[in-house]
């Protein structure tokens, strides 16, 4: 079982990272990528986890997603 640390310091780091004042649309995605890679493992706790990635989910049907692969892409 895991810790809320855990779990908050992933979400802590994304916050930052994502309102940064240098923040790029690259940042963004790998950001919102590396979140999701981590609350995908089978160990954590299934409502955690199903709370974040659904989160995550809806977050990624609602950017513009042609975009954001774009500027993956060229950077």
């Keep these: 079982m895991c810790s809320a640390t855990t ?12 309102q940064g004042s240098d923040t790029r649309l690259d ?5 919102l990528g590396h ?3 981590i609350f995908d493992c089978p160990d954590s706790d299934a409502a955690v ?9 809806r977050r990624w049907k ?8 774009l500027t993956v892409f060229f950077n």
Excluded: C, M, W
């Design 49 to 57: 986890r199903a709370k974040v990635l659904g989160s995550l989910e």
């Design 27 to 31: 940042h963004v995605l790998l950001t």
């Design 35 to 37: 979140l999701y890679k």
């Design 7 to 18: 779990y908050l310091e992933p979400l802590a780091v994304a916050a930052n990272i994502l």
């Design 62 to 69: 609602k950017a513009d997603q042609e975009i954001f692969v």
